[in-house]
Structure formats: structure tokens, C-alpha cells
């Protein structure tokens, strides 16, 4: 929009406080940040604290948060909850695999996030091992607030993101492949 139109906004007071201008960036992360669709990846212990934060006393519904996905297909962060074990890992990675993007990952906990005091052939070190993460929540476990918090950083992380410019190039970059075909 040019300046004049801008400037004319800005002194019509019959549109005065029903019109606001803004980026495309900052819109759609400002949705986005505010309606993270959680797929819950309880493995273990932290699973029942994942399950607290979701209850009336922690209540997640505040940060946008509270529609907790059984299907990857429906979800944009993946929460981590618990130990992963190697036998688990594959369907973890599966599940992520099928999360459309854009997506996200919380490592919730120490042995999500390092394995924990699992150092074991059987335990993954990490789940970053395998996915990307973006927030590490500490603690064994860490409490609901922990995982709030985890949360918000998230959201602060999402608002900060080119969304509109991911957008496009990854349009081109389809377009380029079907044209190649
Ligand atoms: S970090 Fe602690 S509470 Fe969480 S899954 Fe591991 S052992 Fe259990």
C-alpha cells in the first residue's frame, strides 16, 4: 500500500479502529505461534507430566495449544515426552516424517534430550539424533511450567521466522520439479 493510502487510513475516522496494517510475516506467525497443534510422543515418565500441563491447573489451552493430535497429519510440534529407546526411535521418526511442514520439535526432559542417565545400548542419546529440535526442556522431569515455558520460547521462535519467503521459495521449488518432469 502506498504512503498516501497509508496516511489516508490513518485520518479517515470512519475506518479509524477497524483497519491495521502489518506484515505477511508477522501475520502469519502471529497465527501460527498461537495455535501449535501438539502430536504428544509420551514414551515415559515425562508423558504423565506432558498429560498435567493439558489439565485445568496448567491448562495449555492459554498458549493456543490445548488440541493435542493423535495424527501426525494434524499436528505441527512434536513433543517428545520420555526415554527413546532405538526400537522406538524408527516409529518416532516415522511419525515426524509424516507431520506436514512447517514443523516443529520439543525435546521435553533430559533423556528425550540426551538419553538421560540411560547411557545404555539401548537408548537413543538425543532425539535430536534423528529429528530436528528446536526448544530443550530441562529436568527429570521437568514440571508443567517447564513445558510452558518450553512452549513460549517456541512461539517467540516461530514469530521471528521469513514464513512468507519459506512459503514462496518452497512453492518455486515445486514448480521447478513439476516443470522438470
Ligand atoms: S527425563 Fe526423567 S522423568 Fe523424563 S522420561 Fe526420563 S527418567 Fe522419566
Redesign the pocket.
Known amino acids: 500500500m502506498s504512503d498516501d493510502n497509508t496516511q489516508h487510513a490513518a485520518y479517515d475516522s470512519k475506518v479509524e479502529g477497524n483497519v491495521f496494517f502489518t506484515k505477511v510475516d508477522a501475520a502469519i506467525n502471529w497465527m501460527r505461534s498461537n495455535s501449535l497443534w501438539p502430536m504428544p510422543m509420551g ?5 504423565i ?1 506432558l498429560m498435567a500441563s493439558g489439565a485445568s491447573r496448567f491448562d495449555i489451552a492459554r498458549f493456543g495449544a490445548e488440541v493435542m493430535r493423535f495424527s501426525p497429519r494434524q499436528a505441527d510440534v512434536m513433543i517428545v ?3 527413546v529407546t532405538y526400537k522406538m526411535s524408527l516409529a518416532v521418526k516415522r511419525i515426524w516424517d509424516q507431520m506436514p511442514e512447517p514443523k516443529w520439535c520439543i525435546a ?5 534430550s540426551s538419553g ?3 547411557r545404555s545400548y539401548a537408548t537413543l542419546q538425543g532425539i535430536d539424533n534423528l529429528i530436528p529440535v528446536d526448544v530443550y526442556v530441562s ?4 514440571r508443567p511450567e517447564a513445558l510452558l515455558e518450553g512452549l513460549m520460547k517456541l512461539q517467540k521462535k516461530v514469530t521471528e521466522e521469513e514464513s512468507a519467503k519459506a512459503h514462496f521459495e518452497a512453492d518455486s521449488a515445486r514448480t521447478l520439479e513439476t516443470s522438470k518432469a
Open positions: 514414551l515415559a515418565c515425562c508423558g507430566e515426552a520420555g526415554t521435553m526432559g533430559a533423556c528425550a538421560g542417565m540411560y529436568g527429570c522431569p521437568p
